[in-house]
């Protein structure tokens, strides 16, 4: 690649809200032409420092191990920054919830904790996933008839109004091996990583039914002449069909272990089972990150490129998988092999 692409432009998010996109003026980086630009994988999963996006001329990428040629002048202050980016360049996805994972790892601090959390919009967005979440805390609290009244969780109990309430807040501090006070302290913890579970949850469901539409896109290439006139090519896309069915599948079923652990905690409040599933979400954060980012990454591509285009043909079908999609393909298959065992 050179050292700077033109990529295909997307519609504007909030880097918060990404899986692959890291400004990095929420690190302490020195370099001051480098404080505007963001770390970005594209959709051959390589990591890339994008100096500039527009719509006119695309996306301006620089592979991280060149940026010493174009910083001049600033030879000390590159120097400090490229050990930051070459290390983050091996995290498999920027989710915020990755990269608290990530940044505590490598002893970095940032000083605005607002850049790892997810935006307002996201987490009203994300509002209705999380009634999922909350409804048997409420439940177990105030009973059924709370139920579509809760705006915040954490302020409905941090002020019960109702004596049954307040005795079975007492009950759960119990349980959780916690002082009544720290009820609001757990919550926030609660809260937070079911928030990171509605998030990967809302990618997986984003793209597996669009994985789905592009392997019946692919699909139609087993009638082509192409196909039945090169056997490579015919185990190519076999292949790439099973690894993305695999991938999916796999991923899915983590996400229904998640399910299975939480219900487990709610039919049976304790410590002990709320630091399991706090720990099997945590543990999960940075492989589920990576293979949802990789996965997002190149579904979204084939979207913006062929979704609703009758015209396309086999050949610029098969020149676009194998451009595309081919590339980095093992990678998340490992990552999820990896985190299956």
Not at 88 to 117: F, Q, T, W
Not at 145 to 160: A, M, S, T
Not at 218 to 223: F, I
Request: charged share 30%; glycine share 6%.
């Amino acid at each position: 690649m050179s050292e700077l692409d033109s990529a295909e432009g997307g519609p504007p998010e909030d880097p918060r809200d990404s899986l692959h996109i890291l400004p990095l003026d929420m690190l302490p980086i020195k370099t001051p032409g480098l404080k505007r630009a963001r770390l970005i994988k594209n959709s051959r999963l390589e990591t890339m420092v994008e100096m500039f996006r527009d719509e006119g001329s695309g996306s301006g990428q620089v592979d991280p191990r060149l940026l010493d040629g174009f910083f001049e002048g600033f030879e000390e202050e590159l120097k400090h920054d490229m050990g930051i980016i070459q290390r983050l360049s091996r995290s498999p996805s920027y989710d915020v919830y990755s990269l608290r994972i990530y940044l505590r790892e490598m002893g970095i601090s940032v000083e605005n904790e607002e850049a790892l959390k997810l935006s307002a919009a996201k987490q009203a967005e994300l509002g209705k996933a999380m009634q999922e979440f909350t409804r048997p805390l409420i439940i177990h609290v105030y009973g059924d008839q709370k139920l579509g009244e809760v705006d915040n969780v954490v302020d409905l109990l941090r002020n019960p109004n109702r004596a049954e309430a307040i005795a079975n807040l007492k009950l759960m501090a119990d349980k959780l091996k916690v002082t009544l006070p720290e009820i609001p302290k757990f919550l926030e913890d609660y809260g937070d990583i079911f928030l990171s579970l509605a998030y990967f949850r809302n990618a997986l469901d984003k793209v597996v039914p669009a994985t789905h539409e592009f392997l019946e896109w692919l699909d139609e290439l087993r009638d082509t002449w192409q196909l039945r006139n090169d056997r490579q090519l015919e185990r190519i896309l076999t292949q790439i069909n099973a690894d993305l069915t695999d991938i999916t599948g796999s991923v899915t079923g983590r996400f229904e272990a998640f399910d299975r652990k939480t219900q487990d905690f709610w039919r049976d409040i304790n410590a002990d089972r709320f630091h399991e599933v706090r720990k099997l979400i945590l543990s999960n954060h940075k492989t589920v990150g990576g293979v949802l980012c990789g996965l997002s990454l190149k579904m979204d591509l084939w979207k913006n490129r062929f979704r609703g285009k009758k015209s396309v043909g086999p050949q610029q079908r098969i020149e676009f998988v194998k451009a595309e999609i081919q590339p980095g393909l093992n990678w998340i298959k490992d990552l999820e092999t990896a985190a299956r065992r």
